[in-house]
């Protein structure tokens, strides 16, 4: 690969600021050599996904970095930034996938997918925030896996991050339909 970095970019470095702690032991999907492979049948997928809607997490926040959650329990929801630490580094080669890893859609590009094995897979998952107890945030529907770095924690204001309308390709939405994810509007 070429890259030539712009000599005005600082040095970029990440630092976790808390880790996940989760009933998620080992991700849905898994990155293989040529794309992503489903480690289970749909119908277990489908289960996976109605687990992680219900389940409760907490996001433990290091102390050095307490601080900084005053005033996060005043919002319905937060953003969260997490590192998906057991993709083997090398798999973050892959340049194309079949969504989910069905074989049955094309192959799409990785920035037009969700799939976690990325160049710099950092994932995002917005998830209602229940409460705060000093470091600590328990949220609901968190698909991280347990011991997942946390990067980053940002509230989720819909005016500032929330899209209206958003359009998604007809392969995406059938995912959503086959895992029974549609959205409350649409179901």
């Not at 032991?25 to 293989?32: E, F, I, M, W, Y």
């Not at 959650?69 to 930034?81: A, P």
């Not at 990785?110 to 990325?118: D, L, Q, V």
């Not at 509230?155 to 991050?161: L, R």
Request: hydrophobic share 35%.
């Amino acid at each position: 690969m070429n890259h030539t970095p712009d000599a005005h970019w600082p040095d970029m470095h990440l630092h976790p600021v808390g880790i996940v702690r989760s009933d998620i032991t080992s991700p849905v999907l898994a990155a293989g050599d040529g794309d992503l492979e489903l480690q289970e049948k749909k119908e277990a997928i489908r289960q996976h996904h109605e687990q992680v809607e219900g389940g409760v997490c907490e996001l433990v926040i290091f102390p050095d970095f307490a601080e900084l959650l005053e005033g996060i329990e005043d919002f319905s929801h937060v953003m969260v930034l997490y590192w998906p630490h057991l993709i083997d580094p090398s798999k973050r080669q892959l340049r194309k996938v079949h969504p989910m890893g069905r074989k049955d859609l094309p192959l799409r590009g990785i920035f037009s997918t969700c799939s976690p094995a990325r160049p710099n897979p950092i994932l995002v998952s917005v998830v209602p925030l229940l409460e705060r107890d000093g470091n600590i945030l328990r949220v609901k529907g968190l698909e991280a896996v347990d011991g997942s770095p946390i990067i980053d924690l940002k509230p989720f204001v819909e005016p500032s991050h929330g899209a209206k309308n958003p359009k998604v390709p007809e392969w995406m939405s059938r995912i959503h339909r086959d895992l029974g994810l549609e959205t409350k509007e649409k179901a």
